[in-house]
Each structure stands twice: as C-alpha cells, then as structure tokens.
C-alpha cells in the first residue's frame, strides 16, 4: 500500500491515496483500528507495520512539501491525531452511514492541501 503511494508523481495526491486505503482498510478491520489507536497489540509484526507506515508517511509528507504541495505547519506529528480523528468518525453508531469517514477525510485533506493566502496554522502547543 504505500510502496504504490512512494511511486506516484504526484506527492499530494501520493499522501491522500495512502491515508484514505489505510483509513479505508482501517474501516473494514477492528483489529487494525486498535492497532492504530492504540498499538496494543504486541510483537514483532504489528511493530513493524506501525513502524511502516509511519516511514512511508514522513516520506511522502516529506516529498508533498519538496513539491509544495504540503500546507505550511504540517508535520508528521500531525498524522496520527488526524488518524484519530476519522477514527472517531468510524465508532459513531450504526444509525450513521459507515463511510461517513471519507467525507471527513477529504475536509482534512483540504485543509493539509497548500493553498494560496492561507492562514498560518497555530504552533502545535497552542501559544503563539
């Protein structure tokens, strides 16, 4: 999943087609959602996915800012409180549509998208 996104030419694009198959595979798989939530689940395999995907994120937030493309302010810290987010959009109950997640997920990635005369985010400790 995201050797695919390291190949794309696109960084932007590369960093919302892996966010939204690991978000949508997050969404079929309860397993996994605590694995991201929580990394409860102990041994060597589910350390090393974690440790995955948490590479190929930084590298293409890293190659999505090279490019520009990367709203100024947003660091890989940001990814996993993001992560959280839609997370929490998943456990809504079953009254609400189940890929309601993909609608909140595209406001994110607007939101994360460099657009010009943007406002600079506040500092991530809230004081600026």
Not at 17 to 23: D, I, M
């Amino acid at each position: 999943m995201g050797r695919e996104a390291l190949a794309g030419d696109d960084a932007f694009a590369a960093l919302a087609g892996f966010l939204e198959r690991a978000l949508a595979r997050a969404a079929h798989n309860r397993g996994l959602r605590e694995l991201m939530r929580h990394g409860i689940i102990e041994g060597a395999g589910p350390a090393r996915a974690r440790q995955e995907i948490t590479s190929h994120c930084e590298h293409l937030l890293a190659r999505a800012r090279t490019q520009g493309a990367l709203r100024d302010g947003v660091t890989e810290a940001d990814i996993a409180p993001i992560a959280a987010m839609i997370d929490a959009v998943m456990a809504l109950p079953a009254e609400h549509p189940s890929e309601m997640w993909r609608r909140y997920l595209a406001i994110l990635l607007d939101g994360l998208h460099a657009h010009p005369h943007q406002a600079p985010l506040p500092s991530p400790g809230g004081a600026d």
